[in-house]
């Protein structure tokens, strides 16, 4: 008998966000300084302060996180996992109506594209935001896109 972790357990894992020095591989692109790996539910309750029809990057949520922590810059690969298990966790919550749930959809690449990778893939996510009131398009490289999506972009600036 296997026993899989839920996304949700590991969504609440007790981990520590750590600022450390920037590694030799990663220098060239983000400098010498600090970089933060995050803790998961950092990246959830950025999530969540996203507003019904608003929009976010990766890009920013990675920007807010290292403001916070004091750092150069955040972690792109832990930051895309950490995404990547908020939204699988709002998916288990939505499955077994859980309220409220992160709003995993809200979140949109640097170029307003869709993430195939989240539950339900670009379906899913494109029916979430139409229903928030956003139009989802076709780019000639079969991307699905947000019309306009910068005009949606919310900054997660610290209050």
């Known amino acids: 008998m296997t026993s899989r ?3 949700r357990a590991k969504l609440e894992k007790p981990i520590e966000a750590r600022v450390v020095a920037v590694p030799p591989k990663m220098r060239k692109r983000y400098g010498n300084g600090t970089m933060l790996i995050p803790r998961p539910l950092d990246v959830d309750t950025l999530i969540r302060k996203v507003p019904r029809g608003s929009l976010v990057t990766v890009a920013e949520i990675r920007r807010r996180l290292a403001q916070d922590y004091h750092a150069d810059v955040t972690c792109p690969l832990v930051t895309g996992i950490l ?5 699988e966790a709002a998916h288990e919550d939505i499955q077994m ?3 409220p749930v992160t709003p995993f ?3 949109v690449r640097d ?3 869709l993430n195939p990778k989240f539950p339900g893939g670009v379906e899913m996510q494109e029916e979430m935001l139409s229903s928030e ?3 989802v398009v076709s780019t000639r ?5 947000v019309a306009g999506f910068e005009q949606h972009l919310v900054s997660l600036a610290s209050n």
């Open 141 to 145: 490289a079969g991307k699905s896109r």
């Open 97 to 99: 109506r859980r309220r």
């Open 111 to 113: 170029d307003g594209s």
């Open 83 to 87: 995404v990547r298990i908020a939204a």
């Open 105 to 107: 959809w809200r979140i």
């Open 5 to 7: 972790t839920s996304w």
């Open 133 to 135: 009131g956003h139009r």
